[in-house]
T-cell receptor, first 115, second 110 residues
Framework: EADIYQTPRYLVIGTGKKITLECSQT?????MYWYQQDPGMELHLIHY???????EKGDLSSESTVSRIRTEHFPLTLESARPSHTSQYLC??????????????FGEGSWLTVV | GEDVEQSLFLSVREGDSSVINCTYT??????LYWYKQEPGAGLQLLTY?????DMKQDQRLTVLLNKKDKHLSLRIADTQTGDSAIYFC??????????FGAGTRLFVKA
């Protein structure tokens, strides 16, 4: 069972506000990810990290930024939220094992609505 | 390039078996995964299979892998209404890279 936590779970904010979505994992995984997913739709990788001080952009361009100062923590920040940012944001982590490969474990998601 | 494809929808009657199919393109895939996503939640790992295996069974779930055709399937026996969800197939070729399909929406009719 994975231990990865996201806060807030649900957030409604006004256009132009700054928002940080928090993500923490207690498994000591090196790799962490942020995916964006519209309701019932496919996943889009927007950011990932190989470890502390490593951050990379994913396949889908995003106006958000991330940081990785500690292994367990991978926050995502939107400096100025817009209605087009309304979506579910899923944080995940993984580590390579010979038994199960690069198994990715997901948090419960943060639902962001920008009005 | 790497790609994972799934049919978008599947509808079955309660008590029947469900078979969700997936095809992948990367022949170097080493692990293949099935995830379940219920409404409003994250993805939950259901099961995985190593590429040197043909089949894996776990209670009501059976995973079949045809490496020659790069085809993966998930069979759910005695499907229940609680199995209604989106099922994602994923492949991993090593390192950080795991590619997800677009998900199959399973509807279970009572």
């Amino acid at each position: 069972e994975a231990d990865i936590y996201q806060t807030p779970r649900y957030l409604v904010i006004g256009t132009g506000k700054k928002i940080t979505l928090e993500c923490s994992q207690t498994m000591g995984h090196d790799k962490m990810y942020w995916y964006q997913q519209d309701p019932g739709m496919e996943l889009h990788l927007i950011h990932y990290s190989y470890g502390v001080n490593s951050t990379e952009k994913g396949d889908l361009s995003s106006e958000s930024t991330v940081s990785r100062i500690r292994t367990e923590h991978f926050p995502l920040t939107l400096e100025s939220a817009r209605p087009s940012h309304t979506s579910q944001y899923l944080c995940a982590s993984s580590d390579w094992t010979g038994r199960a490969g690069n198994t990715i474990y997901f948090g419960e998601g943060s639902w962001l609505t920008v009005v | 390039g790497e790609d994972v494809e799934q049919s978008l929808f599947l509808s079955v009657r309660e008590g029947d078996s469900s078979v969700i199919n997936c095809t992948y393109t990367d022949s170097s895939s080493t692990y293949l995964y099935w995830y379940k996503q219920e409404p409003g939640a994250g993805l939950q790992l259901l099961t995985y299979i190593f590429s040197n295996m043909d089949m894996k069974q776990d209670q009501r779930l059976t995973v079949l892998l045809n490496k020659k055709d790069k085809h993966l399937s998930l069979r759910i026996a005695d499907t229940q209404t609680g199995d209604s969800a989106i099922y994602f197939c994923a492949e991993s070729t090593g390192g950080f890279k795991t590619i997800f399909g677009a998900g199959t929406r399973l509807f279970v009719k009572a």
